[in-house]
C-alpha cells in the first residue's frame, strides 16, 4: 500500500495588499528615482536614504504576511513573527481587518495563543 500523497501548503494572501504594495513601491520608485536622477544639492542623498528605509517596510507590510494551511497545521506569518498550530489546536479562527487564530488554552485577552495578523 502507497503512502498518501502530500500537499504543498496552501497560501492565502490578501490581494489588496499586494496591489498596495506594488502601487506603493512604484509611486517610491518613480518619485525617489526622479530626486535621484533630477534633483539638486541633498536631494539624491535624501530620496536614497528614504528608499532604503520604506521599501523594506513596505515589502514587510504588503507581501510578506500570508497564511499556510496544510492537513496537519496552520501557520500564520506576520512581519514581526511567524505562529505555527497544529489544527487540533485550533478553535476558532477570525478574519476582517485582521486575522486572529485562537487556539486551545488560550484566552483572547492573555495574548498566549491568539495571533494577529494585519
Same mark, same amino acid.
Given at each position: 500500500?502507497?503512502?498518501?500523497?502530500?500537499?504543498?501548503?496552501?497560501?492565502?494572501?490578501?490581494?489588496?495588499?499586494? %496591489?498596495?504594495?506594488?502601487? %506603493?513601491?512604484? %509611486?517610491?520608485?518613480?518619485?525617489?528615482?526622479?530626486?535621484?536622477?533630477?534633483?539638486?544639492?541633498?536631494?539624491?542623498?535624501?530620496?536614497?536614504?528614504? %528608499?532604503?528605509?520604506?521599501?523594506?517596510?513596505?515589502?514587510?507590510? @504588503?507581501?510578506?504576511?500570508?497564511?499556510?494551511?496544510?492537513?496537519?497545521?496552520?501557520?500564520?506569518?506576520?512581519?514581526?513573527?511567524?505562529?505555527?498550530?497544529?489544527?487540533? @489546536?485550533?478553535?476558532?479562527?477570525?478574519?476582517?481587518?485582521?486575522?486572529?487564530?485562537?487556539?486551545?488554552?488560550?484566552?483572547?485577552?492573555?495574548?498566549?495563543?491568539?495571533?494577529?495578523?494585519?
Amino acid at each position: 500500500m502507497s503512502e498518501p500523497q502530500k500537499y504543498a501548503d496552501r497560501v492565502y494572501r490578501s490581494p489588496a495588499a499586494i %496591489l498596495a504594495g506594488i502601487l %506603493l513601491l512604484g %509611486l517610491g520608485g518613480w518619485l525617489g528615482g526622479d530626486a535621484i536622477v533630477r534633483g539638486d544639492g541633498r536631494a539624491p542623498v535624501t530620496a536614497a536614504c528614504v %528608499l532604503l528605509f520604506a521599501v523594506p517596510l513596505v515589502v514587510a507590510f @504588503t507581501f510578506r504576511p500570508a497564511v499556510f494551511a496544510s492537513d496537519e497545521r496552520v501557520r500564520v506569518r506576520n512581519p514581526f513573527r511567524t505562529v505555527t498550530a497544529p489544527w487540533g @489546536t485550533v478553535e476558532a479562527i477570525r478574519a476582517s481587518y485582521s486575522t486572529e487564530l485562537l487556539a486551545a488554552g488560550s484566552s483572547p485577552g492573555a495574548g498566549a495563543g491568539v495571533m494577529t495578523s494585519r
